[in-house]
């Protein structure tokens, strides 16, 4: 199945209007092209929901805030929710500061959302309205492990149920849960975590996958979690000895830009909970 | 003649002043340095008009808008008009919003230009006060072929002429004109819309061709929409099997930086109309 | 003892707040992770005293000023000041405008600065109050030489005096001074020079190195200006006939990446004064 997830990104060729921090958002316009989709960014208000009605979908990351973008992400979000596009919402940082905690609060309250994607601290302090963030990295007691993944799993879908919202906690294992049904995925590489902007690149790659996959959120997200990590194997393989972390996340991109139902198909790690 | 025109860019080293948007501002700021120019970012209208005014040319690229920096443009342009310094505009996605279409606008009549470069759809926003963009490419009605070129070239020189700055629409084939003179070019390739910013970065250079070219504002825009297209090509044959656009995007930043007044010569294909 | 020095960076996994400009922001933040640290962007007055406190250090970095970020450098530096954070200051083209120059000038008034890193012209600005700056690279005139360079390691040690902060000036050869010791640097190669950032990169590095080396910031400094310079040279040894700046710049990232402490303490060269 998600061989025609990934086929059809390919050929919906999805309009994505990004939101996003100006750290990573280079890599999040190159992996939507990589992908299949194409990228736009737009974070002033006097354009948001103009923008978000030419696309397919709306991404909205909130690694730098500041006022001016908080109030563009309602406004397009709620522009999206009108014409029942798919929202998907990055929670870079929420625990780190009350303006993260808060303004991905409102944004859970205002704006309906179809996936929220995080670490398992961002998560945690959403679903807690508050929490402990290292920075933009999970807490090191919150990390998902083989221990207490069914715990995990639980308060995943419990989350989901409460938000309406797909939820995609991801890290060393990685769980995308509906109130219902969790996929528990293990794909990916520890090296992935020394390139910024993966998950940021994710979350871009999603709305795409749920843009072109509309009416099956939760496979859609599974099958981009699947796609990124399997591209992260995939570029290790290609690593030689002088090799770091910069030419890693290049193949990674090039991975994805390379990426084909069948590789997916075969290369996905996963079981249902 | 294109020969002379990269190298007087390479001897000048021309310094450039560029306020534009934060998804392509690094390769920008690496494609100007690849050719032999220096970049600085400064967007802040308390600023803009000195940084202006130490530089030797102005790039205005509105992929990113919002009120503070579009007032920064304006100040920055006519600064740079009062100074005599070359001006040029990139209005990435107009037609895609009001606020790009008459930032856009307002820019083309407060500001004199000395190029304007974008997709057919944009250009075609800015001569007509309004059109269609899908997102920030170009809409496919619109696009150049063999068929509807002649059209495209008149229209081309209908509008610099109209505007008093040349005109360069990219694409599949590329025009660049200014009332009397068209420049038909066929260098680069499909895959250079896989990346983001391939545009943003040759407005970049277009704008220190410029500055090193005084006097030739036509022939400096057409070589270096040459010799970006040539380097794409360049970068297209090194690429293997594993590759995609991450890596070609640095192969063709790569390029810029090797190219010299020999191969640009040897390798710019165009025609003269 | 350098070799300590990027050991210790690696154990501590500091957590550094970058304020920094847009247009090397990325690649400050791959530096970090590649050095072992990891980073947190944010730059907004409402949360960046609460991210710099569970952070280790401070980087401000001018490179693209406004009104809304220079209240967020000072708050944030007034935070860490508080904690007795290490902050580090890179005064991206001070001398190139008044706004540049000015607000290096209110940092150094009312933050307490452990660090003050740019090149020669940059300093010099801040010494006089005044300047000329070549945009953001370093005016010929100001270049550190052979000739010159006594005069220079003693301006250097008299401003580190001055300003009771370690000072790294850094060019075709680096000096990095307290009032009383100074390290001559002669890693590095010109070719540096041709990627926008390397400074910036360099900046953002040595605050990891001051927060994992507490209490001996002139050799903190010193080792991170060897570091980056060396890696400079062992990724120009990597690139091939065809390439340039732009994977000059990922084999830069890569290479400090796999840099280990034997490497750098075989490979740094210094001399001190």
Request: some cysteine; proline content about 2%.
């Amino acid at each position: 199945m998600f061989k025609e997830i990934l086929e059809n990104v390919r050929k919906a060729s999805p309009l994505i209007h990004n939101i996003t921090n100006y750290v990573t958002v280079n890599d999040c316009a190159n992996i939507l092209l990589a992908c299949g989709a194409s990228p736009i960014m737009a974070d002033d208000w006097e354009e948001v929901e103009e923008i978000t009605s030419i696309c397919g979908g709306l991404n909205i990351n909130i690694g730098t805030l500041n006022q001016r973008i908080i109030c563009s992400m309602i406004l397009a979000g709620k522009k999206s929710n009108e014409l029942d596009h798919p929202v998907i919402l990055d929670p870079v940082g929420a625990g780190a500061s009350k303006l993260r905690t808060e303004t991905s609060g409102k944004l859970l309250d205002q704006v309906k959302l179809t996936v929220v994607r995080g670490n398992i601290s961002e998560i945690r302090t959403l679903a807690l309205g508050k929490g402990t963030t290292k920075g933009v990295d999970a807490d090191i007691a919150d990390r998902i492990t083989e221990e207490n993944i069914d715990n995990a799993v639980r308060f995943a879908k419990d989350f989901s149920g409460k938000i309406k919202a797909v939820v995609a906690i991801t890290g060393a294992i990685d769980i995308v849960a509906d109130s219902e049904k969790a996929y528990i995925i293990r794909n990916g590489h520890p090296m992935m975590s020394k390139i910024t902007g993966t998950g940021c690149m994710l979350t871009a790659m999603t709305a795409a996958y749920l843009v072109a996959n509309r009416g099956c959120s939760l496979e859609a997200t599974a099958a981009a979690t699947c796609a990124m990590g399997l591209c992260g194997e995939l570029a290790l393989d290609r690593l030689s000895k002088n090799d770091g972390n910069s030419t890693y996340r290049n193949y990674i991109i090039d991975e994805v830009f390379n990426l084909d139902g069948e590789k997916l198909e075969k290369g996905a790690k996963y079981e249902v909970r």
